[in-house]
């Protein structure tokens, strides 16, 4: 597939399938010159590394259990580098060593004798609480439910309260579905490189715990070799997809932006969805709520402006229309179906105005192209059916977005954003916390406001989306589950100062 927007999107971290790492790696160590027992070293170092720097340090148990594959070979090298004075090391090994992979009998013959070795059929099953637990059963090589040894194994570790890591996958997750059979439920889950498919569903949040991207080293080049259309958006991928402005920039060129919805008794929607947009960074917002008497109506901040005029919207004086927030769905059709028609810039569409377009399918149609559509679990499932999982969610996602040409925002954890060629960028900012009412509203008003600002619906997208989640980390630092969508919108302004977007 040719993608609009390459260079773009060439810069951000591909998500590769399983079935395709071994053939990354493979490559990777030709182009470099490199040994697949480096690449392993690599990945064992990165994994110590991270676990040097966390406070595990009272814990001197560390029990790793190793499968047969390279998954397992990991295993051993953390073994080697975990190993000092103060900590006593136990490698329980699934299969017998002559079964196992190459790397993994070359890591195994440089274990130290210090480190115990035993395997799993004569292990006593014995840990306690303060131990760390090391996951490297299976990795990316999983190809069948669990035999009976791993099932008991993984099932006995699941009941433990020890600190549990997993190494690249927890075992028994399949790199690219929803998961059917038992899995290892980690507390951590340090995974290579790039983050697998299956780490980014809700179905396994439980399973996977903190997710930790850990570089090995692998070009990126390298990576987007085996590229397909998915990818990781990261902090590092932000900065240019902005635009830039500078001491002649003048209050138009930061936008005008109108949002339409509010009914009564659901104003604060458009009031957050525009105190957002401000904060955003927008040059003027006017809120346009739809209630019997909007001149009436006074804007949480003094900063944002009515439009109350009667005989409708006159589009044109607009830089970006965002349609939704606290809208309710006992709107005219004709009335909608006008809003539509007039419109001729992309918009975004939030809340109420999906729940309309669930109602009055014949309109979704009649959105411009490159509109905006933001839409949580449910909403989505109100607008395309149930899907049976969150792997048939994000295709569904996909092909609404190039089916009807606009830019499809899935929202959740690893907000999903289905650009209208195909391809699916993941999130990687926020967190629970951001689980809160109005925290839509806030990003539709951040949307409308980049596209306010003239950037590509794209950008406006991808920016909306990142510094929203961005946002919501910085203001949980003090708040954590008491964070409110007002606490996400007073923390824009910092994304910028932290991303020296300026
Ligand atoms: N770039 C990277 O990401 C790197 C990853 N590395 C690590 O390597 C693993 C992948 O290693 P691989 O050997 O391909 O696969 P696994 O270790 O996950 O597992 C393969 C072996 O497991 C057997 N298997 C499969 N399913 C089951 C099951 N349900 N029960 C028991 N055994 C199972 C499989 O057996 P076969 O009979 O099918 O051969 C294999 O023996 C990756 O995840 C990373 O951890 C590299 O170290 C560095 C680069
Ligand atoms: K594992």
Not at 50 to 58: A, I, K
Not at 67 to 92: C, E, F, T
Not at 136 to 143: F, H, Y
Not at 264 to 289: D, E, F
Request: net charge negative; with cysteine.
């Amino acid at each position: 597939m040719i993608y609009k927007n390459l260079l773009l999107t060439e810069m951000m971290l591909p998500i590769i399938a399983g079935d395709d790492v071994k053939k990354l790696d493979d490559f990777h160590m030709q182009s470099e010159g490199i040994s697949s027992v480096q690449l392993m070293e690599r990945a064992g170092k990165s994994f110590v590394a991270w676990y040097e720097d966390q406070s595990f340090s009272s814990v001197i148990k560390i029990y790793v259990f190793v499968g047969s594959g390279n998954n397992g070979g990991d295993g051993l090298v953390i073994a080697r580098l975990l190993q000092n004075d103060q900590r006593a090391i136990h490698v329980v090994c699934m299969e017998p060593i002559e079964n196992c992979s190459e790397d993994f009998i070359f890591n195994f013959s440089r274990l130290p004798d210090s480190v115990e070795v035993v395997q799993y059929t004569d292990w006593p099953k014995e840990i306690k609480d303060d131990s760390v637990i090391v996951d490297a059963v299976l990795g990316v090589g999983v190809n069948r439910p669990l035999n009976k040894n791993y099932a008991e194994l993984i099932s006995f570790l699941n009941t433990l309260s020890a600190i549990k890591l997993a190494v690249d996958l927890p075992s028994g997750l399949p790199a690219d579905h929803t998961s059917v059979g038992l899995v290892f439920q980690a507390d951590f889950t340090l995974t290579f490189q790039f983050p697998k498919l299956s780490l980014l569903f809700p179905e396994h949040a439980e399973i996977i715990g903190k997710l930790v991207v850990l570089d090995i080293g692998i070009s990126e080049s390298s990576i987007h070799r085996f590229s397909q259309n998915r990818f990781y958006l990261r902090e590092i991928d932000i900065k240019k997809h902005h635009k830039y402005f500078h001491r002649f920039s003048h209050k138009g060129d930061f936008g005008k932006v109108l949002l339409i919805g509010g009914a009564l008794g659901k104003t604060g929607a458009i009031n957050l969805a525009g105190h957002a947009a401000l904060r955003t960074g927008s040059g003027l917002v006017l809120l346009a709520p739809q209630i019997p008497d909007p001149y009436k109506f006074r804007p949480i901040v003094p900063e944002l402006m009515v439009f109350g005029e009667k005989g409708g919207f006159c589009f044109e004086e607009f830089d970006s229309v965002a349609i939704g927030p606290g809208m309710g769905l006992d709107v005219n059709f004709s009335w909608f179906r006008g809003l539509l028609d007039q419109v001729n810039l992309p918009i975004v569409l939030d809340a109420d105005g999906i729940n309309l377009l669930s109602k009055f399918p014949e309109l979704i149609d009649q959105l411009p192209v490159n509109s905006i559509l933001t839409p949580h679990f449910k909403e989505f499932e109100r607008l395309v059916g149930k899907s049976s999982d969150h792997l048939e969610r994000i295709q569904r996602a996909t092909d609404f977005a190039t089916k009807y040409n606009i830019i499809l925002i899935l929202k959740g954890a690893h907000t999903l954003i289905a650009m209208p060629d195909g391809r699916q960028i993941f999130n990687s900012s926020g967190n629970q916390y951001m689980a809160t009412a109005g925290s839509g509203d806030v990003l539709t008003g951040m949307i409308a406001s980049f596209l306010g600002q003239k950037y590509s619906p794209e950008n406006a997208a991808i920016c909306g989306v990142f510094h929203h989640g961005m946002a919501g980390e910085i203001a949980s630092q003090s708040k954590y589950r008491g964070m409110i969508a007002s606490d996400i919108i007073n923390a824009i302004p910092e994304t910028f100062v932290q991303l020296e977007v300026l």
